[in-house]
């Protein structure tokens, strides 16, 4: 990752993502059920979940989910995005992953995790075992086995995420202007950026 992109990481993250989150209506009351290194999981509207961007790397891998079921969806977890205060929050159809049935000790056992990878992946067809992500799959509710995690198996789109950075930038700035703690630490992060080309100023 370059320092342009963890310049865009750190104030996207923390000036948008975190602050968005507390008044987010589609996650707030809901639970979650899972976390990535990138997006946290919540449960949703029935037999669906809600993948919420921990980070800026967690807001492409949404679209770029999004954008991979469009280009095909086959073999692919049922998905589309939707905006919440100018997040985009990925709506997947729920999967039953093969792998949420191993026993806890599966997770914290170092003896048990080789043996029991192996167990799972060769039960599963071939393609699943060739996914760039991992076999990150399970059964959907018609019972047919789906990847649920497919953002890095397509070359992520470039002209998505600079047309979403631009609409990003200008919702960031809007944000600092009426909140005056979020100013003075974006105020901070710009003195910080080593890119003029980003054209960000101090408010």
């Known amino acids: 990752m370059s320092i342009h992109r ?11 993502l975190k602050n968005a989150k507390k008044t987010c209506p589609e996650i707030q009351n809901r639970k979650k059920i899972g976390f ?40 692919k977890a049922k998905c589309r995005i939707i905006y919440s ?19 806890d000790s599966y997770w914290t056992s170092e003896r048990a995790s080789d043996l029991d990878f192996e167990a799972v992946t060769n039960e599963l067809p071939a393609w699943c075992n060739k996914l760039r992500d991992g076999a990150q799959v399970g059964y959907n509710s018609s019972g047919k086995l789906v990847c ?24 960031i700035r809007q944000l600092a202007i009426n909140n005056p703690s979020l100013r003075k630490k974006y105020n901070m992060l710009i003195c910080m950026n080593p890119y003029k080309s980003l054209r960000l100023k101090k408010i």
């Open 6 to 16: 963890d310049f865009i990481e750190e104030l996207v993250t923390q000036i948008f």
């Open 36 to 75: 990535g290194c990138t997006r946290d999981v919540y449960d949703y509207k029935k037999g669906y979940i809600i993948k919420y961007p921990k980070c800026f790397r967690g807001v492409l891998c949404n679209l770029n989910e999004a954008y991979s079921y469009k280009l095909s969806s086959y073999r």
């Open 85 to 103: 205060n100018g997040i985009p929050l990925l709506v997947m159809e729920k999967v039953d992953s093969v792998w949420s049935h191993r026993p």
């Open 148 to 171: 649920y995690d497919y953002a890095w198996n397509q070359t992520f789109n470039d002209e998505i995420s600079k047309g979403y950075l631009k609409t990003l930038k200008v919702t």
